[in-house]
DNA sequence: ACCTGAACACCGTTCAAGT
DNA sequence: ACCTGAACACCGTTCAAGT
């Protein structure tokens, strides 16, 4: 990449994280080109859709998450690693506003930009699901598509203002739900 | 009201019920004023918001719902009541793809036109679970509220195509962890 | 009293013209 | 090779001008 490129991808990404920060991640494209100081043009040709731009700013915290279920899994007893995970990632999307719905729509469509991405953390939820469902501490008849589901359904929630004060009590009953009894 | 404003406002009725069922409830009111062969002011003056347009549509299925809830708390089992009823709300919801949404965003904006409806519907749910309690065939410790979350979620869950194959599974996890056990 | 549609301030996306 | 921003086809919402 040429260097005037690469500083303005750079550029883009910082002032996309900024606006994303804002305004979630349904924020005008123009924009953040506006605010980064760059024609229009120059964001499409960066990032073609909006789902690469948001690729490229969270690939390295998808990795992160996806880690941190190995740590847990390997530093608590499975149950507790499941829930602390499902907390960390419900963590994430809230702050990371609008982005549950592009990813949503990404686990089934593998041209999307955030496909990979979300099969990787649809990946780790399931590893963590299935140690738990083998030590007994979560529902046997329940797969990581379906854990995801669940995931996505809290996630919108929690970004439903009207929402807001009930979250935890909301999420101790789904995680109630996951784990067996 | 003067005849030629009732009939523009029947005839928006229902063209916009024909615009939603076709592409969701975020259809664009300039299309619905345009095939309704109607100034677009004409569309705002009938109705000032989109949410007033929504609930002016949905306003006798929302009181039949609750309607519903009272008819099946008087014919069944108070947990079958409790369940059949969210099933009924959950395909209502997905029969009128975009609703949840800004049904979410009304239940505590007591501004909203679709306020009413949802404060009426959060109570006839509230209902059918307290007696579903009465019965201790519902976990106590949930509220109307708390339920009313959990439809809003599973609704929108219902929305996303990927996870349409789930459904059913999603729904019978989730009204399980409204039932006791 | 009611209707119309231009006007305004926005979008996402593309692409000819420039450097 | 890369950048720019006008151009196009849209939005939601308002409001002066008409009937």
Chains 1, 2 share one sequence.
Request: aromatic fraction near 6%; proline fraction near 2%; glycine fraction near 6%.
């Amino acid at each position: 990449m040429r260097a005037d490129a690469r500083k303005n991808y750079d550029h883009l990404l910082t002032i996309a994280r900024e606006v994303f920060a804002e305004h979630g991640a349904e924020a005008a494209m123009r924009d953040i080109a506006r605010r980064a100081e760059v024609g229009l043009g120059t964001l499409y040709r960066h990032f073609p859709t909006r789902e690469a731009l948001l690729e490229a700013l969270l690939r390295s915290s998808f990795g992160a998450l996806a880690e941190r279920a190995k740590s847990l899994e390997a530093s608590m007893p499975s149950d507790q690693a499941l829930v602390s995970w499902l907390k960390e990632i419900i963590a994430f999307t809230h702050e990371h506003r609008g982005i549950i719905a592009p990813m949503m729509g990404a686990i089934e469509d593998s041209d999307s930009a955030l496909h990979a991405s979300c099969v990787t953390l649809r990946s780790a939820g399931a590893s963590l699901l299935a140690r738990a469902q083998a030590d007994g501490k979560a529902r046997a008849d329940l797969s990581g598509a379906e854990l995801f589901d669940i995931i996505a359904a809290l996630a919108w929630l929690r970004e439903q203002s009207s929402h807001a004060s009930r979250a935890e009590r909301i999420f101790k009953v789904i995680a109630g739900a996951i784990l067996s009894h």
